[in-house]
């Protein structure tokens, strides 16, 4: 069995083969990303743990986890670290199921998906997870519920790190919508009544089991809007300074061909 292999429902895939702004290439096998482990057949989850995976970050809320617990990765540190949070640090809902009973309409819509993006640059849980790869031990898996937007945003800071350019970080992103076309459209069905000819609420409904690329752009402009620029804030957020940026860069990509 193969990465591709993985049934794409469970948005599993891995962050190597990107190639960074110096025309070098993020490594394979170093940065997983995916929905629930619990959901994996023993096929697939024989094969994840192929991957010698050193350490497992979990962003998913505690009633989240107690629904539908990991199962164990040999050799694998497991980290359960909710990155579901408000701006002082305090657990909010965030899951999709929450999202589902979201109200989108006016102004409402607008601070859900704030307070939901707008903090998730600057969770605790993505310290936790930089500080892992700072020091080099990898191979690491990150997962949520779905493996989209807590994922996805870890996803696209870590590309960033390692000298990807913004928009092919947010194709990254957005390529959930590719993994995920089955549960976006039953959702969207079950939805039908409600959205009728609202273009407008059929594209925020969409991010409920897909992801919308204007939602990510929210989190990487709230990097911009405090610290001014990305180094600045790897350094103030993780603690990544111009010069271990540059070694990290260099340890986990490499020349291509």
């Not at 819509?109 to 310290?127: C, H, I, Q, R, W």
């Amino acid at each position: 069995m193969e990465l591709k292999d993985i049934r794409k429902e469970h948005n599993f895939r891995e962050l190597g083969g990107y190639v960074n702004k110096d025309g070098r290439i993020i490594r394979y096998g170093e940065f997983f990303r995916s929905g629930p482990l619990g959901k994996l057949s023993e096929e697939e989850l024989a094969y994840v743990r192929s991957l010698h995976i050193r350490h497992v970050f979990d962003f998913r809320s505690d009633r989240e986890i107690s629904e539908l617990a990991d199962p164990l990765l040999p050799g694998a540190v497991y980290h359960a670290v909710n990155a579901l949070t408000d701006s002082e640090g305090k657990p909010v809902d965030f899951s999709p199921k929450a999202i589902d009973k979201a109200d989108f309409s006016g102004n409402k819509g607008s601070d859900f998906l704030e307070m939901m993006y707008g903090n998730l640059p600057f969770t605790k849980a993505y310290v936790e997870m930089f500080d892992v790869i700072k020091k080099k031990e990898t191979p690491i898996l990150f997962h949520c519920t779905a493996g989209k937007d807590r994922t996805g945003i870890a996803a696209v800071l870590i590309l960033i790190l390692l000298g990807v350019d913004e928009e092919t970080a947010l194709d990254d992103y957005e390529l959930t919508n590719d993994y995920r076309t089955a549960a976006i459209d039953r959702f969207l069905k079950k939805m039908e009544a409600l959205i009728g000819n609202n273009d407008e609420l059929r594209h925020a409904l969409r991010g409920v089991e897909g992801v919308n690329r204007e939602n990510a752009e929210l989190s990487l402009q709230r990097i911009k809007d405090r610290y001014g620029d990305y180094e600045t804030f790897f350094k103030a957020q993780y603690g990544i300074d111009e010069k271990m940026q540059a070694e990290l860069v260099s340890y986990y990509t490499a020349e291509q061909g």
